[in-house]
């Protein structure tokens, strides 16, 4: 199958705090993460992406790991900040043109 | 400058009618998709077009046509709209193979009445 889950559906956190979001694949050929954010009102825009040649990577408050191995993959938001409320999709790719994604998280940070 | 535009941005119908959402994309791209996201926020793909031809189509009911004139459009035709086709349709776009990152439109937020 070409399924993505993704845990916890929302996650509530203190403003400061860290976030982690988790997602799983199930096809061990896909090799494309990428990790969206979608604000209210708003279309899903890409915040983060790895290949599965990279084990982790990082762009200032936010990171990704992989573990091809497991076939889950992980996004961490560091120093939460009001700003990073929104829904969260993970997606992995399928073949060469499908993208799949997560049911998605809610993230909620509290001031 | 929109890369990815679509419209209507806002459509509200009546159950049995036929619409249209139309989508263009400036990026060079050739890939483009349609996703459905419902109510409770779940992103599925419906199709996707790899210059102009259909790659993707996935289970969507045949009263949904794409159609691709060129690979910088992809419009959605629906026949026959019912209440569970109401949903924010994306139309979006990507370089093309091996994991491509997908940029999406701003969304055609449909009601079906």
């Known amino acids: 199958g070409e399924n993505v889950e993704q845990h916890p559906s929302t996650l509530s956190v203190q403003e400061g705090d860290s976030a982690v979001i988790k997602c799983t694949y199930s096809d061990s050929a896909s090799n494309y993460f990428p990790w969206y954010k979608q604000e209210l009102g708003k279309r899903p825009q890409l915040i983060i992406d790895i290949r599965s040649n990279v084990g982790e990577k990082k762009d200032q408050r936010i990171a990704v790991t992989l573990n091809k191995t497991a076939k889950h993959f992980s996004l961490h938001i560091t120093e939460t900040q009001p700003e990073d409320s929104a829904v969260y999709f993970c997606?992995?790719?399928?073949?060469?043109?499908?993208?799949?994604f997560g049911a998605g998280t809610t993230v909620t940070v509290r001031a | 400058d929109t890369a990815v535009s679509q419209t209507p941005k806002y459509l509200v119908t009546q159950m049995g009618n036929d619409k249209s959402i139309k989508c263009e994309q400036n990026l060079g791209h050739d890939t483009m998709y349609w996703y459905k996201q419902d109510s409770k926020k779940f992103l599925k793909i419906m199709f996707s077009?790899?210059?102009?031809?259909?790659?993707i189509n996935e289970t969507v009911p045949n009263r949904f046509s794409p159609k691709s004139p060129d690979k910088a459009h992809l419009n959605l035709h629906i026949n026959s709209l019912e209440l569970g086709d109401s949903a924010v349709y994306f139309c979006a776009s990507s370089p093309g193979t091996g994991g491509s990152t997908i940029y999406f439109g701003e969304g055609s937020w449909l009601t079906v009445v």
């Open positions: 997606a992995a790719s399928f073949g060469d043109y499908k993208l799949s």
């Open positions: 077009y790899n210059n102009k031809e259909l790659i």
